[in-house]
């Protein structure tokens, strides 16, 4: 196996109810319940709306250099999300509309780059088919390799494995390793619980119920006049 240029071609996948789990679960929620630092970097921002949920399969790329994501849209499944370091590169584009557009139709639910894209327009208008990248250029590809498909990578400062349940929305993407999925959708569900009680309050009683601004004031030793 030569490291910098191998294809892994499969992996253990997280069973479909377990990834279904957070279907309709905001990022932000379950950031909170992941210690806060969870979410990839704010660079890496969403290209169009709706929720991205699914199985990543990973890609690293060589800079500006798309090849291996050729053969990863290939071998993806229906239900992968493409998840592609691309070393933060953003002046050439690693996909753009008729790459998407292929992802979209073999049943993948989405990709996520850490490089840039191009034919963002058309990108935003797909349907069911969410993009995240850090940018956009005009400048197209090489096709040289070498790269490597399923292994661990670094997409917006997080590491990723393959397998991992991948979760974007609106402000931002984060991955979860199967084996504690069911831990943190518990405690996110928990989360949403709470956050309707205390939204009841504030919409019904105009009320923000959150002693622990007061006790935090006083603990820090603040003066209020």
């Known amino acids: 196996m030569s490291v910098g240029c191998r294809i892994i071609q499969d992996f253990p996948r997280p069973t479909t109810e377990t990834v279904e789990r957070f279907r309709g679960m905001a990022v932000a929620n379950i950031d909170d319940c992941m210690g806060r630092i969870a979410a990839v970097e704010a660079a890496i921002e969403p290209v169009g709306k709706g929720q991205l949920l699914g199985t990543a399969f990973t890609v690293r790329l060589p800079q500006g250099d798309n090849l291996m994501f050729h053969a990863a849209m290939d071998l993806a499944q229906r239900g992968d999300v493409i998840v592609i370091d691309a070393g ?18 073999r049943g993948i639910c989405g990709i996520v780059c850490d490089g840039a894209i ?81 939204l009841d309050h504030i919409v019904n009683d105009g009320i923000y119920i959150r002693p622990w601004v007061a006790e935090t004031l006083q603990s820090i030793g603040c003066t209020i006049l």
């Open 88 to 105: 933060g590169f953003t002046d050439r584009a690693i996909f753009g509309e008729l790459m998407a557009t292929y992802c979209k139709r």
């Open 118 to 198: 191009r034919d963002r327009e058309s990108l935003a208008a797909m349907v069911d088919f969410p993009v995240y990248a850090r940018a956009a250029t005009p400048n197209g590809p090489y096709k040289n390799g070498p790269g490597e498909i399923n292994v661990p990578v670094t997409v917006g400062g997080k590491i990723v494995y393959p397998g991992d349940i991948v979760v974007g929305d609106q402000d931002g993407v984060l991955f979860i390793r199967p084996v504690q999925a069911d831990e943190i959708a518990n405690a996110t569900r928990a989360v949403v619980e709470k956050e309707a009680a205390i």
